[in-house]
């Protein structure tokens, strides 16, 4: 008597879902972009970033992988709670996608624009071109306007000035800029013009103007020869006159003249003489010596 065993077990395993009455798994994962933020753009200065979220599947997520539009790839670390780090980034707008995939092959996917905007590192420049571009200039103004003109890769935000002997303040215009009404003290003053942009670099230029106030002082004049007297009486048809001089600032020049006639310079000017001075007889000669 023979007997037929069949192996159900072995049966079962190899039908598939059809025969055995499942159907197939046709529901795509879900996939979301938690980190660093669920909006759909994202602006960073770093060069490379880490994107976090979470996916989820009627079955089960088996894979998470991310792609970037502007080069690389790979695969998140985790599945339900995933982590896909150190995405490189192109400057500009970078495009990454992340998939979730399941055993039977369906995908859902999530996307977020990335824009990478590398850090400003680089300095402005900035030129003083008014009232000179030289280094050094001469004024006998209280006050100054300097000018110029300044720039940036990204962009000048602000130029400001300050005096080493006081003050300071903020030019008007970037590009071009004048900084107005600058108070100055008697001497040297250096002023620096700072150029500064929005990531905080700063470029100067600086300009020494020496001040020397307007003198409004007279010199003073004194004759002592032959006498300080105002009245003198002589025999002789010249005459020698003498005396001194003075000035807040310097006596450059001392001049004689007499009202009968005749002019000339004195020698020296602290300590000046006039010979001779020729006189006209038998008349008041009124002499008038100028510093």
Do not use: F, K
């Amino acid at each position: 008597m023979a007997i037929t065993v069949y192996d159900t077990a072995d049966n079962e395993s190899e039908m598939s879902d059809e025969e055995s009455g499942v159907p197939p798994d046709t529901q795509d994962p879900m996939v979301t972009i938690t980190n660093p933020t669920a909006s759909s753009s994202y602006g960073t200065s770093s060069s490379t970033m880490i994107l976090g979220g979470s996916a989820s599947d009627n079955v089960g997520v088996t894979q998470v992988s991310w792609v970037n539009s502007r080069g690389g790839s790979g695969t998140a670390l985790g599945t339900s709670s995933w982590s896909a780090a150190r995405i490189s980034l192109q400057e500009g707008a970078n495009v990454i996608t992340i998939t979730a995939r399941d055993a039977a092959n369906n995908t859902g996917s999530d996307s977020i624009t990335v824009t990478y905007t590398p850090p400003d590192t680089q300095d402005p420049t900035i030129t003083i071109t008014s009232p000179t571009s030289s280094t050094n200039y001469d004024t006998s103004n209280s006050t100054i306007t300097l000018g110029g003109s300044a720039s940036d890769n990204v962009g000048v935000t602000q130029v400001s000035w300050v005096n080493s002997r006081g003050g300071s303040g903020i030019a008007s215009g970037t590009t071009s800029w004048s900084a107005s009404g600058i108070s100055l003290q008697s001497g040297a003053n250096s002023i620096t013009v700072t150029a500064r942009d929005a990531a905080n670099n700063t470029r100067s230029d600086s300009i020494t103007v020496t001040y020397t106030p307007p003198d409004t002082q007279n010199p003073t004049v004194t004759i002592t020869i032959p006498t300080p007297s105002p009245g003198y009486a002589s025999t002789d048809s010249e005459i020698t006159l003498g005396g001194s001089s003075s000035d807040n600032v310097g006596v450059t020049e001392v001049r004689w003249i007499n009202n009968r006639g005749g002019s000339g310079t004195t020698s020296g000017t602290i300590m000046w003489s006039a010979d001779p001075v020729p006189l006209s007889c038998g008349e008041d000669n009124i002499i008038t010596i100028t510093a």
